[in-house]
């Protein structure tokens, strides 16, 4: 966090601060291992602080991995539709067909885990009901003619909110007697952490990569975009000798540095709730990871934002018509 607010108005690598960003390793290190260190020796009053923090940067990283979900969804169909090869149109109807196969075939399941005979599961079944309704609203506002969408990036996503929907509802207090799976509660909570963990070191990697690329999402309005068709030297300016003056000048940053250090300090303090039950002292089994109703309603609500910050990414060129989005 320290450094993402460092580097805020970076905007050319003629700044000082470029250095500090893409240098100092061992002092980095050092630093680290001192912070570390100096934690164990943290009064409670400044933990409970930082868990407050933490609870709301886990949240705004949530957000942040679904933006990160559909960079990719978006970068890998435009990746195979550039091919323009009947085989690679072969491949996305596919995959696309696969993700909603499994879609709605694991929402079937959940209805048998998380619905148990003799039971009023009203709560239950809402949570699954929505996820097929989002998933099939999903594939028809994307193959609208007026949205001019792709089935890929609306498939993955409701794989995406599936899993969420089982991650919620797993996440129920083990004594809850909708939670058919409350029997198997440690290996539930076991599994539910480590594909917590997946997720968010995906993320944080993916972001990484994207973050080399003039064309990521990471990228600030004065970057260069990559496939751009204004030249970053005139042809004019060449065959006069000015392109050596223009290679002395500064060069613009590829990408927000600000950005990329708030989504390593936003994935820590997520990485931190997953691995305290989102510090809930309240919680169902102190043996437990991640089990509890806050835990079950903040993947649902991640859910929700998901699909409409999917759906506004498929309507907004429509609703504002006079605005570019990339």
Known sequence: MTFALMMIGVKD????????????????????????????????????????????????????????????THTWNDSWVEKDEQKWYIALLSVSVACYLAAFTFSGVLFIWFNPSGHDCGLNVFFIVMTMILAFAFGVIALHPQVNGSLLPASVISVYCAYLCYSGLSSEPRDYAC???????????????????????????????????????????????????????????????????KETEARPVSYSYTFFHLIFALASMYSAMLLTGWTS??????????????????????????????????????????????
């Open 13 to 72: 690598q003629n700044d000082r601060r470029d250095a500090w960003h893409h240098g100092g390793w061992v002092a980095k290190i050092i630093v680290w291992i001192v912070i570390i260190v100096l934690m164990f020796f943290l009064p409670n009053e400044v933990i409970a602080i930082y868990e407050t923090l933490s609870k709301f940067g886990s949240g705004f990283f949530l957000l942040v991995q679904v933006i990160i979900l559909l960079d990719f």
């Open 179 to 245: 939670n058919g799976l409350h029997k198997h509660t440690r290996q539930v909570s076991t599994g539910t952490l480590i594909l917590g963990m997946l997720t968010t070191t995906l993320s944080v990697v993916y972001s990484a990569v994207r973050a080399g690329s003039s064309t990521t999402f990471l990228s600030p309005p004065s970057s260069p975009k990559s496939g751009s068709t204004k030249p970053l030297l005139e042809e004019g300016e060449l065959e006069s000798g000015k392109g050596e003056k």
């Open 281 to 326: 002292s309240k919680s169902d089994s102190s043996e437990l990871i991640d089990v509890g109703w806050t835990s079950t309603w903040v993947r649902i609500c991640t859910e929700w934002a998901t699909a409409l910050l999917y759906i506004w990414t498929l309507l907004a060129p429509i609703i504002l018509p006079d605005r570019e989005f990339y």
